[in-house]
Nanobody, 127 residues
Framework: QVQLVESGGGLVQAGGSLRLSCAAS????????MGWFRQAPGKEREFVTF????????YFADSVKGRFITSRDNAKNMVYLQMNSLKPEDTAVYYC????????????????????WGQGTQVTVSS
């Protein structure tokens, strides 16, 4: 069984930065890729970014492109989300997720392409 645990959320002023971490555990953890999603109050959970576990260029939602960076450390089973130039509209609970296998698209942007989810970490950006 795979477990994902996010950390690093908090309160930050607009224009500031935060770095989220996602720690994965489980026997022979080797997903197809890792994603980050977020869910603001009263809204659907939305895709933020995806990166293949084997490497390559990450894919970002337009709303965060140029401001967010994702990286991974395979040896430590860790995924990171560096969030810069934060805006109040970035306020949400952020979730990391693992996609266990390739499902027909190079970048997993839909929730149903993921097999495991973390509990989420709150990010609040004040104006």
């Amino acid at each position: 069984q795979v477990q994902l645990v996010e950390s690093g959320g908090g309160l930050v002023q607009a224009g500031g930065s935060l770095r989220l971490s996602c720690a994965a555990s489980g026997r022979s953890f080797s997903p197809y890729g890792m994603g980050w999603f977020r869910q603001a109050p009263g809204k659907e959970r939305e895709f933020v970014t995806f990166v293949r576990w084997s490497g390559g260029t990450a894919y970002f939602a337009d709303s965060v492109k140029g401001r967010f960076i994702t990286s991974r450390d395979n040896a430590k089973n860790m995924v990171y989300l560096q969030m810069n130039s934060l805006k109040p509209e970035d306020t949400a609970v952020y979730y990391c997720a693992a996609s266990g296998r390739y499902r027909g698209t190079d970048y997993a942007t839909n929730r149903d392409q993921y097999d495991y989810w973390g509990q989420g970490t709150q990010v609040t950006v004040s104006s």
